[in-house]
C-alpha cells in the first residue's frame, strides 16, 4: 500500500491523525507527516483516514481490500 496526499488540498482537519495515529501526525507548525508505504496491518486504519477526510486529500495505491 502507498499513500498519496495532496498537501495543497489538505487543510488540517486531522481526521486521519484520529483515525490511523501511527500513520498520520502534525508536527509544530501543523503541517501533515505521513508514511508513505506504512505496513501492511495499518491498512484497515489508513483505508479508515481515506474516507474521513472531509477534502478527499488523501488517496491509496494498492489498499488492503
Do not use: K, N, W
Amino acid at each position: 500500500m502507498r499513500v498519496h496526499v495532496d498537501t495543497a488540498r489538505c487543510e488540517s482537519h486531522g481526521q486521519c491523525v484520529f483515525a490511523a495515529p501511527d500513520v498520520f501526525a502534525f508536527d509544530d507548525d501543523e503541517e501533515l507527516l505521513y508514511q508513505p508505504s506504512p505496513d501492511p496491518e495499518r491498512g484497515p486504519a489508513v483505508e479508515r483516514a481515506v474516507v474521513s477526510c472531509p477534502v478527499r486529500a488523501i488517496t491509496l495505491d494498492g489498499a488492503s481490500g
